[in-house]
């Protein structure tokens, strides 16, 4: 049967992927953020997952104001790096796990979530940016990947509470998938960053490490975390947090931590990372 | 079990106490939509070219209000964000002008970009202060 075997929550500021793409990954700015993802790279490299469900959300590239699903999830063969206004990044094409998928998808809808099915789109530094943070510069990515794009640029969002608890609905739809497959799941976005208006630039570190301790252990306060407090306490872009709760919600009752990295700045954002692995 | 107001007027209402700030509402997203389809129509670089070209006549092609247009034309992203924008659309107009996040993102703040990058180097814009209106902390 498939299993999820971790969690990986991260950052996906678009800025990684320039400096990755462009191999400034060394230099005194960004080196100090990538040497935090030198220790998954090795672990990602022993594990060798199959599967990589990829919680992120599209920023104004596959979708725009014409369609706003709030939970999407991509059933399709392949994704293309989309151009976001400045070329796409060079980066191998996004290979999908479509029976998995489809078996998640109808699971899911079962379960009283109304997902959104998605068969073709290009996939933005949402997605492509944690890929080369945990896989580094490759000719082909070593796993499939199934997208899932989350509505967090138009209000209301879904809770934290909506989200821990697709989480948990994903788990019990993987578990039921008859093919030995070791599946991961990451959570990306955030942390804290504001990128609108006289506030921007707001990094709240201690908010941010709250929310790193919140992941770890049985404890499940996260979930109930309104959107408010994200907006106050991590600026109006932080609430990207919530799509770490689906990852938290798929590992179950409890978890470990296995790595943790805290950084500011990148661009305007902290960057946050973390491997956890189901404890319960 | 549900986090927050479930009365959708209650939790709006929230989103005005937060100082410096415009939350993406369906209101803004209504009062925006043509101003971010119109950037989301440079991601295509012949929408490029000839929006760089003749940024007026392209704008004429696209139905905004002239405060839009004039917003657009003067790159004033913080009006732009009152008439309805939303930053990942607006991302495609500033990109298209070769300006980063960082850079495009001070010109809202009061600050020249050194600046702001200076503030975001030393640990970025703290919270203090700006979490509430009404309480101030």
Redesign the interface.
């Known amino acids: 049967m498939a299993r999820i075997t971790a969690g990986v929550g991260s950052s996906h500021v678009?800025?990684l992927g320039v400096a990755h793409d462009l191999g400034k990954d060394k230099d005194d700015y960004f080196g100090p953020i990538f040497a935090g993802y030198e220790w998954t790279r090795e672990w990602e490299k022993a594990e060798k997952p199959d599967v990589v469900l990829l919680v992120y959300n599209d920023?104004?590239?596959a979708f725009?104001?014409?369609i706003i699903p709030t939970f999407a999830i991509g059933c399709g063969e392949r994704y293309k790096p989309?151009?976001?206004?400045?070329?796409p990044r060079k980066v191998p094409d996004v290979i999908g796990h479509p029976d998995l998928a489809w078996h998640i998808a109808q699971s899911l809808i079962l379960d009283e979530f109304d997902m959104t099915i998605i068969n073709e789109m290009d996939v933005d530094h949402g997605l492509t940016v944690p890929l080369s943070m945990m896989f580094g510069a490759v000719d082909a990515w070593p796993c499939k990947v199934i997208p899932l794009a989350v509505n967090v640029?138009?209000?209301?969002p879904p809770?934290?509470?909506r989200c821990w608890a697709l989480g948990e609905a994903i788990a019990r739809a993987v578990a039921s998938f008859p093919e030995d497959l070791n599946v991961q799941i990451w959570g990306t976005g955030g942390m804290?960053h504001?990128?609108?208006?006289?506030?921007?630039?707001?990094?709240?570190?201690e908010?941010d490490n709250m929310f790193l301790d919140g992941l770890i252990g049985e404890s499940d306060r996260l979930?109930?975390?309104?959107?408010?407090e994200y907006?106050?306490?991590?600026?109006?872009?932080g609430i990207e947090m919530v799509m770490w709760l689906i990852m938290r919600g798929a590992l179950g009752t409890a978890t470990r931590a296995l790595h943790r990295h805290y950084h500011?700045?990148c661009?305007?954002t902290?960057i946050g990372h973390i491997v956890l692995e189901p404890a319960g | 079990?549900?986090?927050?107001?479930k009365d959708?007027h209650s939790?709006?209402a929230?989103?005005e106490d937060?100082?410096?700030?415009?939350?993406?509402?369906?209101a803004r997203?209504r009062q925006g939509?043509h101003l971010?389809?119109f950037?989301?129509s440079?991601?295509?670089?012949e929408n490029?070219a000839r929006w760089t070209a003749d940024e007026k006549a392209y704008l004429e092609e696209w139905p905004l209000t002239d405060d839009q247009k004039a917003a657009v034309l003067a790159r004033d992203?913080?009006r732009l964000?009152d008439l309805g924008g939303?930053?990942?659309?607006l991302?495609?107009v500033f990109?298209?002008d070769g300006l980063?996040?960082?850079q495009a993102?001070?010109t809202?703040?009061?600050v020249s970009v050194e600046d702001?990058q200076a503030?975001?180097?030393a640990?970025?814009?703290?919270?203090k202060g700006?979490?509430?209106k009404k309480e101030g902390r």
Do not use: C
Not at chain 1, 231 to 237: D, K, V
Not at chain 2, 86 to 89: H, S, T, V
């Open positions: 678009p800025l920023h104004a590239s725009d104001m014409k989309a151009d976001e206004g400045w070329g640029v138009t209000y209301p809770s934290g509470n804290s504001q990128l609108q208006g006289p506030r921007a630039g707001l990094i709240n570190r908010w979930r109930h975390v309104p959107h408010i907006l106050r306490e991590t600026g109006s872009e500011v700045p661009s305007n902290a | 079990m549900m986090t927050g107001p959708i939790y709006l929230e989103f937060i100082p410096g700030t415009r939350v993406f509402t369906a997203a939509y971010n389809q950037a989301m440079l991601m295509a670089p490029r992203y913080n964000l939303n930053i990942y659309f991302s495609k990109s298209t980063s996040f960082v993102v001070s809202m703040t009061g702001y503030m975001m180097n640990g970025g814009r703290s919270p700006l979490r509430s």
